[in-house]
Every structure is written in C-alpha cells, then in structure tokens.
C-alpha cells in the first residue's frame, strides 16, 4: 500500500451499487481534479454481490488515483468507513455515499470551512429526496433527539457527506452501526463542528440498503453514545451513584425492620417490607460492583492500548 501523504482523501463505502460507481468516479474527477488539491479515492467495496468490485478494480488498475479495498463480506457502512479512514493518506478525509445521493459539486464548499479551521463539516440534505413518512420523519425525530442528549446539535446526523480533519477521524473508535454519531463521538476530542447545507438527490439505480428499523437502532445506540461522552473514563459515577441510593434505601428499611423485632418486639418475616429492603440492599451492591467493574474494565482499555484520556493540539517549548 502506498504511504504516500495527499491533501485529500474521499472515502466511499460500496456495497452493490455497480451502475452508480462509473458515474460517480467521472463527477468526482470533475470536481476533484479542478481543487488543484493532490487526492485520492478510496472505494471499500462492502462484499458486494454485483459487479461492484470489477469495476472498482479496473478503476484503480487505470487511474493511480483510485484505491479499492475489498471487504471478505459484507461488514455494513460503518465497518467500511472505518476502513477507508485506516487506509487513508489525506490530511482531510472526505465520506459520502456510492449511490449518487451525495453531490461531488459539494466537496469545495466543505473543504472551505475546514480550511476556516473547522474539524469537521458535516452535510445537511436541507431539501431531502427520500420517502416522507418511513425516511425523512424518523429521521428529523432521531436527529432533535441525538441533538438534544449528545449536545452537538446537528439537523442531520445521518447525511454521509462530511469532511474531517485527518486527525480527528483516525483518532475516532467506533463500532456496529455508530458511523452516523461521528460529529458527536468527536465532542471528546475538542473537534469543532460545523453543519452545511448540501445537495440531495433521489436515488436512481439500485435499492437503498436501510428500512424503517434502523430508526430504533439508533435510539439504542443513543444511549451507549451518551454513557461514553459523559461517563467513559468514570463509569463508577453512573453505577455507583445509583447503586449508592439503592443502599442507602436498603440499608434504612432493614434498620428500621430491626428495630421493630428488637425493640418493639415485632415479628416481620411477613412483611413485604422486608423483601423490599432485601432487594434494595442487593442491589445497591451489585451496582457499585458493577461500577467497580467497568472502571477496571476502562483502566485496561486506555493502558492496553497505551490511548491517553485526552488529545493534546500542541506543546510549545523553548529549544535549548
Ligand atoms: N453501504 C455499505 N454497506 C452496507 C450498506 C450500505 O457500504 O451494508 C453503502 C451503500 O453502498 C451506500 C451507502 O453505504 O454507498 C449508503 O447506503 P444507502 O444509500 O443504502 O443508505 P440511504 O442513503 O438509503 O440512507
Ligand atoms: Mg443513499
């Protein structure tokens, strides 16, 4: 592979979509070789069952400019995103779509701001060519709500086309189907985000991978975002906090009960306070050992793969 350092790197994951990948590699070369930026173009091919990766490696057997990664299988988007930002030389690293759903012509216009000094430039498809109700509805609901709990506020998470200083996209770790939360995922890094408006056009060729239920993964994956830009390298606070008012709750009702047997004389084996108090005691425990746990499970993570708990931009020092 080449290390070769560029400008620009435009990474797009494909998984079967062979009669947009001809049409879109001519409108990118359009638009990429009138930049007067050195680039590059890295297809992931996503273990297509079509004629995808023919294509795509007949692209770069022509034109040094084109990379092709072939997935064993099909990963899904964000496996493939994640690959391009691996393999990626640019100092900037575009993402966007293999569907012709995304403009090229937009690439400029990003590239402006992240040359104003944002790290990333994200795209709004403001006028948005995709069915009403099982599209564009869903999605305007997840994207107040991702807005509201992650504190990026972004009308549109899941716009493909965005550009990202290279720093920042590789220092990003993401899983599963987490490629829409990037923007946010990057508040820990101290990236500076900006939204731009872009175009959208409908889809013409092939099918669109995604339905309705992907609208519920992503209020699943919500809350896993949330605990890691707030909780990563504390997760004691969350469990613990908790834990700790079970136990205390527990741990009154139980003195309370024990007072009524000892000093009142009382029976309270048939009490359902007493079930209540039990519970409450167990688990307040369980929930600060869970806590415990995690910052354990958190130490290894960060000192295994010696990762700092925060980015440094610069250091400054006098030369002696
Ligand atoms: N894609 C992929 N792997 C998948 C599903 C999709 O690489 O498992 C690619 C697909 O080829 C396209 C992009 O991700 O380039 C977005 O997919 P799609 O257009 O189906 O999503 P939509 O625009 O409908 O949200
Ligand atoms: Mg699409």
Redo the contacts with the bound molecule.
Sequence with gaps: MKQKKVDLSIVIPVYNEEENLPILYEKLKKVLDNLGKSYEIIFVNDGSTDGSWKIIKELAEKDPHVIGVNFRRNYGQTAAMSAGFDVANGEVIITM?A?L??DPEDIPKLLEKIEEGYDIVSGWRKDRK?AFISRTLPSRIANWLISKVTGVNLHDYGC?LKAYRSEIAKNLDYYGEMHRFLPALAKPLGAKVIEIPVKHHP?LYGK??YGISRTFKVILDLFLVKFLLDYRTKPLRVFGGTGLIFLLVGILTLLYLTCLKFCAGQDIGDRPLLIFGTLFFLTGIQLISTGIIAELITRTYYESQNKRPYVIKEIVEKES
């Design positions: 779509d569907d759903q995304n995709d493909s889809r669109s991978k």
